[in-house]
């Protein structure tokens, strides 16, 4: 079978970044301050990448389009404070201890566009945790050892999203009825996961039989066809 080009998500992650200064959306002034070894700019951006943080960075300018927390030690988002960062576009959370998201999490960031929750320790995610994201584009939520569970109308909300990956955890199953109805969906990774041959995935082993040019990988979903 001659497999059709893998959509880049290079161009994705441009788009995101473009939303910071286009399509009408104005910058607000910053607001003043910045959080403790972080890297606050001109451009709503705050860095706090490998700082060896263990908590969530407090005092974050209100404006903020794009935070950076990866490569820390973070064990919890907390609502309150988050919610708070309404015009956030960009969040990478990625190389963290988070142990989970809360219903609640994201409930007032419906500008977010690009979430990276890759190399944390999730368990579970719950059918709510991004039904307010209604302009996610891009979620990696890859390298998750002991994720297992993501509930069927966990995606339900999400009819921007594009690209997801949850590669790389431990996800046995997957109801795919959500991911079927995203109308906007052009790339999934699922590989590295110990898929379950059993007749519960033998909807997902259509889809990917039937949609492979969406799969990253798809050579490697072959023993779900057999």
Not at 50 to 79: A, C, D, K
Not at 157 to 183: E, F, G, H, K, M
Request: with cysteine; charged share 15%.
């Amino acid at each position: 079978m001659r497999l059709a080009p893998q959509p880049s998500a290079q161009p994705l992650r441009l788009l995101v970044l473009l939303l910071l200064t286009v399509g009408g959306i104005t910058s607000p002034v910053l607001t003043p301050g910045c959080p403790d070894r972080c890297v606050c700019d001109d451009q709503l951006v705050v860095q706090c990448a490998g700082q060896h943080l263990t908590t969530f960075p407090v005092n974050l300018p209100l404006s903020t389009r794009q935070l950076i927390i990866s490569n820390n030690r973070i064990v919890e988002l907390p609502p309150l404070a988050l919610n708070y960062l309404s015009d956030l576009v960009y969040l990478d959370c990625s190389n963290n201890s988070l142990t989970e998201i809360s219903e609640s999490t994201f409930g007032n960031l419906r500008k977010l566009a690009y979430l990276d929750l890759s190399f944390n320790t999730l368990v579970r995610i719950e059918d709510r945790t991004f039904g307010p994201l209604a302009s996610l584009v891009m979620l990696r939520m890859t390298d998750n050892p002991a994720l297992s569970e993501i509930h069927q109308d966990a995606f339900v909300d999400n009819a921007a999203l594009q690209v997801l990956d949850v590669s790389r955890n431990n996800l046995t199953v997957v109801n795919i009825t959500s991911l079927i109805a995203l109308p906007a969906l052009r790339s999934v990774g699922l590989s590295g996961n110990p898929w379950s041959c059993e007749c519960e995935n033998e909807d997902l082993c259509l889809w990917v039989h039937l949609e492979d040019f969406k799969f990253q990988d798809y050579e490697k979903y072959s023993f779900l066809l057999d």
